[in-house]
């Protein structure tokens, strides 16, 4: 005799009142109802659209529920007053913020026995910084680099050719790299699912990237950035810079080992140009679970990657709630949105290192954004009780 399935009595009759309600038949197959109670959420916030059996085209019983695009959830009420007082004081976080998170490199001065002593390299990166931060040329930044020096951020007020050292000599990434990671570091309470994706990056001589994404053969005269950003804050948490031809997925490991010592992984999502066997199964032996989009006529067959077939089975017969997760890599995409908006799409510097260091700042200066979001919204403290840099406003 088969066994019965048993269904608590009030998931059965929201499933049967949403079924009834949108003109499906009743809940009479026990298959259908095991995919129900292993699909659905144990706590669902809402009862709706939002908790319906949906399987893909081609995978429908004859008593499953037809595949439907989800209806969207409202936003929440936005907190006017928190997001005023955001807004009114984000630049006084950000100046105090640039200044805190670079002092603490403790950056040593060279020492120069010949000719005039060097620029403090606090003092350049803070400036290079707060340069693109504001969107300003080099002249006309000097007005905001003037009151920055004279608030007791830095020691000396720096000439252009002392600010635009930090582009041009190489030995400054490493810096910059250390800055961007530290204020990462900060959401490492708040992580543990992330996403992975590239974008390219214009300059003055070249169209913008949007209207040559598909155009391959002129992807060599952009920069590509690979990163892994979080998808709950949209910190970005590692980053890689190649040129606009290099592929994603060798870059995958690579970014992805880049977080494994600082993060704690549960998730990572991305879209199908990081699919690989290799990839998949480096994210399941970190305990996570990857949801990176198959391509048309994948198969479930492992070849030596067991986590292979997991998820391909997982995309196969719960393809909902594959997609409610694989859809959080949505965050990526509004982490490049943001960069561009809020930074311009294009890229002023000439030279290769120049543009490297460029797109580096850029993703300091987003995590900046993203750290002063978590002071007003998560609660962040990001100067770990210490006193923060005096400022005379």
Avoid at 3 to 11: F, Q, R, V
Wanted: proline share 6%; net charge positive.
């Amino acid at each position: 005799m088969k066994k019965t399935i048993e269904i608590p009595t009030n998931l059965k009759s929201k499933l049967e009142l949403i079924r009834a309600r949108e003109g499906y038949p009743s809940l009479d197959s026990e298959d259908l109802l095991k995919i129900a109670f292993d699909t659905l959420d144990p706590n669902p916030k809402y009862v709706g659209e939002q908790n319906v059996i949906l399987l893909p085209p081609g995978n429908e019983s004859p008593d499953a529920v037809p595949y439907e695009k989800k209806k969207r959830i409202r936003n929440k009420v936005r907190d006017w007053a928190l997001t005023y007082e955001k807004q009114s004081k984000q630049d006084m976080y950000a100046w105090d913020l640039i200044a805190f998170i670079v002092d603490s490199l403790n950056i040593p001065q060279p020492i120069k026995r010949v000719g005039r002593p060097s620029a403090n390299i606090s003092d350049q990166l803070k400036f290079a910084i707060l340069k693109i931060y504001n969107k300003q040329s080099f002249r006309r930044q000097f007005s905001f680099n003037f009151i920055y020096s004279n608030s007791g951020y830095t020691k000396k007020l720096l000439k252009r050719t002392s600010i635009n050292k930090v582009f041009i000599d190489p030995q400054y990434t490493k810096y910059l790299e250390r800055i961007y990671r530290n204020l990462a570091d900060f959401m490492v309470p708040f992580e543990n699912s992330f996403a992975v994706d590239s974008t390219g990056f214009s300059n003055r001589y070249n169209s913008r990237w949007v209207q040559v994404r598909l155009e391959f053969q002129k992807h060599k005269a952009y920069n590509k950035l690979h990163i892994i950003c979080g998808t709950h804050t949209k910190i970005i948490a590692e980053v890689r810079i190649t040129k606009g031809q290099a592929a994603d997925s060798p870059l995958f490991k690579e970014l992805l080992g880049g977080i494994v010592p600082r993060f704690r992984i549960k998730r990572i999502c991305a879209d199908a140009g990081y699919l690989s066997r290799p990839n998949v199964q480096a994210v399941s032996d970190l305990m996570a679970i990857p949801f990176i989009m198959p391509k048309k006529g994948c198969r479930p067959l492992s070849r030596g990657y067991p986590a292979w077939h997991k998820m391909m089975y997982m995309f196969q017969n719960h393809f909902a709630s594959f997609l409610k997760n694989y859809h959080l890599r949505s965050s990526v995409e509004n982490v490049f949105s943001m960069m561009k908006t809020n930074l311009l799409d294009g890229i002023s510097s000439k030279t290769e290192v120049s543009q490297n260091n460029e797109l580096l700042i850029r993703v300091i200066c987003h995590n900046i954004s993203v750290v002063i979001d978590a002071v007003f919204g998560l609660g962040l403290d990001p100067y770990l009780a210490k006193p923060r840099p005096k400022r005379p406003f």
